[in-house]
């Protein structure tokens, strides 16, 4: 089972959205981490066969997906960002009419119903409105209709987005659930959701991929680059140009500042510290610079 994405472009009117991405994808979860604009939504639609591409090509075990069609199709889930349900159907009516575009029979359908609601804790909720759901009962049906039929291709476009915590560790326990024989693409601003579940991260900016590894390996390059450091105000305020600050904690007067740099501070004194992938989105991302200068 390997998803090989080959020299991916694509382009609208003047604005590059993806240029000559490739990557090779087996069973496990891949984070695809980036800013709005970085192309994310691009490369899940390319995918999914929502959109064509300008140039290259995506095969799935040595066939490209246009190849084949159909097929390919039925072992593809998607879940889209948007939430566009239909209010007044009941969360079974809203599966059934899923799995009725999916192809199913009556039969299989009423099978695979049954198990997505338990997969994502709503069989209770089976014959509620989705109306009546709150944000994360209705990502979770999402999930359910992205699931069903077993798909061995799962694209998730911020599947947290908007939750509480406590639905954000329920979508993401259900995630690392399922997809032990998947190969699983999860979109996320929240860095923290696929921390622990990743088999690796991709950071994709401005279109083309700024790098590709393990969460491990990827923190493990900023070794020496990320500090702690107690500082004034007025120390803050001086030095806050020279630093990409990560984050700020106010304790009995005193500032603490998590930052990255590539050498220590001339003149206060800071410890290095452990990068996590926070820090590694900070390093690429921000201010729209990419790496430190």
Request: net charge neutral; with cysteine.
């Amino acid at each position: 089972m390997i998803l090989e994405i080959q020299n991916l472009t694509k382009s609208y009117g003047k604005h590059m959205a993806l240029n000559q991405v490739s990557l090779s994808l087996t069973p496990g979860v891949y984070a695809l981490l980036g800013p709005n604009g970085a192309g994310k939504s691009t490369l899940m639609n390319l995918i999914a066969g929502n959109i064509r591409q300008d140039y290259g090509k995506i095969c799935y075990d040595g066939k490209t997906t246009e190849a084949l069609g159909r097929e390919f199709r039925r072992i593809l889930g998607f879940m889209p960002q948007q939430q566009g349900l239909y209010e007044n159907f009941t969360a079974y009516r809203f599966l059934s009419y899923m799995a009725s575009l999916k192809g199913m029979s009556r039969a299989k359908a009423a099978k695979e119903i049954e198990w997505a609601l338990e997969m994502v804790h709503l069989a209770d909720n089976r014959n509620q409105r989705l109306g009546a759901f709150s944000g994360g009962m209705k990502q979770r049906v999402l999930m359910a209709q992205a699931i069903m039929n077993d798909p061995e291709i799962l694209i998730l476009d911020e599947p947290t987005a908007g939750l509480d915590p406590k639905e954000r560790i329920r979508i993401r326990n259900i995630i690392s659930e399922i997809a032990m024989d998947k190969i699983v693409i999860f979109a996320t601003h929240v860095v923290s959701d696929i921390e622990q579940i990743a088999k690796e991260a991709v950071m994709l900016k401005a279109g083309k991929i700024a790098a590709v590894n393990t969460p491990e390996a990827l923190c493990d390059m900023l070794e020496g680059k990320v500090f702690e450091a107690e500082m004034s105000q007025g120390e803050l305020e001086r030095l806050e140009n020279q630093l990409l600050i990560r984050n700020l904690v106010k304790r009995d007067g005193r500032l603490i500042v998590r930052f990255l740099s590539e050498t220590p501070l001339v003149g206060v004194y800071s410890s290095a510290v452990r990068a996590d992938l926070e820090d590694v989105y900070l390093y690429y991302f921000a201010n729209g610079k990419g790496a430190m200068a």
